[in-house]
């Protein structure tokens, strides 16, 4: 029986081939293909997006090697990104919560 934590790494792997799956190269995420990921699986970070073009930016920022296109280990850094800012998030809420006891 997998660990929880193996069960997420086994939904972040499916996740990102269901979608690069969809057109072309099956093994990276085109531009539509990431943004059809985000709008589905990152609905709520994307509507915090204040850039009309973040998909873009986004799509910029992780295409280290500069093909037009996301592997999975480029996409792993966007995960791990938005990991980190979440668990500062959490982190800070905790603080807010031990200010008010």
């Known amino acids: ?3 929880e934590l193996e ?3 086994e939904m972040l792997i499916s996740v990102f081939h ?3 799956a969809k ?3 099956s093994n990276s995420l085109n531009r539509s293909e990431l943004k059809t990921l985000m709008e589905s699986e990152l609905s709520g ?6 850039d009309p073009d973040a998909v ?11 093909d037009g296109e996301v592997d999975f280990k480029e996409f792993v850094s966007l995960v ?11 982190q800070m809420h905790l603080l807010k919560q031990k200010g008010k006891k």
Do not use: H, T, W
Request: charge should be positive; include cysteine; charged fraction near 25%.
């Open 56 to 66: 873009g930016s986004i799509m910029k920022s992780l295409d280290d090697n500069r």
């Open 80 to 90: 791990v990104g938005l990991s980190i800012a979440c668990e500062q998030c959490y």
């Open 1 to 3: 029986m997998p660990s």
């Open 23 to 25: 057109e072309g190269n």
């Open 18 to 20: 269901r979608y690069a």
């Open 45 to 50: 970070f994307l509507k915090s997006q204040k």
């Open 7 to 9: 069960r997420a790494m």
